[in-house]
């Protein structure tokens, strides 16, 4: 199996790490051609703004929303969320619009705009995820076949799938529990092994 981790911006090095700790191989993707071959996508948070415009320039848009539609795994991080979105509330960044959800950027305001919280999220085992925020985005919206995995205490939804695509507000490339990539890579072996054609 073969991870891509889209390297353009923000840190995927941190994906990257957990990805080899957990034995998986790794490709960085800076360009179209490095996503041929790939089982599935990480877009890592950074700045989403920064992101957008990079993948525009270098001719990442389409790739990427072709590989969602051939039924690849990807899963978004927090700024990688965002691009993940099928709209946002401003209109830049321009999102790929490849999972049906609204998000609200820096949903936190200025006084809290890192924090860190125990999240139980469907699937996993106790204990709760340990969660952190940086400048996160919340889930205004989900589409019927998305499924919420994780809430704020508020209700807000934080962690969400809609087949083989995985949105998350937090970052877990940030801490040492490696349980949301592992189910990221069963997503990618269950994507590619349901291959549509
Ligand atoms: N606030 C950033 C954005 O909207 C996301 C922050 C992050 O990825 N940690 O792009």
Redesign the pocket.
Known sequence: MIIGVLAVQ?DFAEHIAILKELGVETQEVRLPHQLKGLDGLIMP?????T?SRLMTIYELREPVRAMAARGKAIWGT??GM?MMASEITEQD?VPLEIMDIGVL??AFGRQVDSFEQDLPVVGLDDPPYHAVF????VITRVGEQVQVLASLPDGRPVAVQQGQLLATSF?PELTSDTRLHRRFLDLTSWASSGQKA
Request: glycine letters at 16%; proline letters at 11%; one cysteine or more.
């Open positions: 923000g948070g950074g700045e989403s703004t992101l927090c700024a965002v960044p950027r820096n940086i400048r996160a985005p970052h």
